[in-house]
């Protein structure tokens, strides 16, 4: 499935993927380029605004969980048993990278052109500083699955995950070094994390959770969503615009900052 608006959100259109794979993620590289990754290794990509999407050839059989561009012609695709694929040709070549882990990769994010970040499985985070040629572990400090990751600037980033009894949020302020614990506030897992400015954050997970910061993470307050459905990303246009989706085709809106 892919659902595209073209009048913020009021009205959403099935576009033909050409693949009964699940989708997992999509990333837009200009207002027409855009790229969706799924199941069994499936990489799809749009020049015309989704009326039309092509299958790439990735290389892999591995389901694909996360897909991000730094340019044009630069992106990456993160999933199953380790997978890292590389293009540096708008999608049209990719190449697997060597990981160093054979554990399941959740989501990746660029701060730019050489350093970029990759969590997963087991407490996973893996970091780059030149294009992806080498990743290396670093210490989370737990070894709970780890779902998304979100960078305010090069040195300041977060990741929300899954605990026994907690929606786990770590930061760093520098550059991955360090990764510190912070209190969700929140006993239900965390699926993605968005932030519209260095001090403005939004997490969701189960259970309709929705959870927002005003100051850089410290403290988190639980926002009303009205639906007890799970939710797995969230975006924003503006600092207050944003959209959360979850399962049963559920799309949650808010224009003033949730």
Not at 49 to 58: D, E, K, L, P, R
Not at 104 to 116: C, H, K, M, Q, R
Not at 125 to 134: E, P, V, Y
Not at 196 to 209: C, I, K, L, Q, S
């Amino acid at each position: 499935t892919i659902l595209k608006t073209s009048d913020a959100g009021t009205n959403w259109v099935a576009q033909t993927s050409g693949t009964t794979n699940h989708l997992c993620s999509i990333y837009f590289t200009d207002a027409d380029t855009g790229y969706a990754v799924g199941n069994l290794g499936i990489i799809l990509k749009t020049s015309n605004a989704g009326v039309t999407w092509t299958a790439q050839t990735s290389g892999t059989t591995e389901n694909l969980i996360s897909v991000y561009f730094t340019n044009a012609n630069m992106g990456y695709a993160v999933g199953y048993n380790g997978t890292i694929l590389k293009t540096i040709n708008g999608g049209t070549n990719w190449t697997a990278q060597t990981s160093g882990t054979s554990t399941y990769l959740n989501s990746v994010y660029f701060t730019d052109a050489n350093t970029g970040y990759v969590v997963g499985y087991a407490g996973t985070i893996l970091k780059t500083i030149n294009g992806g040629a080498n990743w290396s572990a670093q210490t989370s400090g737990i070894t709970n699955p780890l779902f998304s990751v979100y960078f305010t600037d090069a040195n300041t980033g977060y990741v929300v995950g899954s605990g026994l009894s907690n929606g786990i949020i770590l930061k760093t302020i520098n550059s991955g070094t360090n990764w510190t614990s912070q209190t969700s506030g929140t006993t239900n897992y965390l699926s993605s994390v968005y932030f519209t400015d260095a001090n403005t954050g939004y997490a969701v997970g189960e259970w309709g959770t929705i959870i927002k910061t005003l100051n850089g993470g410290a403290n988190w307050t639980i926002q009303t969503s009205g639906t007890p459905n799970e939710l797995t990303s969230v975006y924003f246009t503006d600092a207050n615009t944003g959209y959360a989706i979850g399962i049963y085709g559920k799309i949650l809106k808010t224009t003033n900052g949730g």
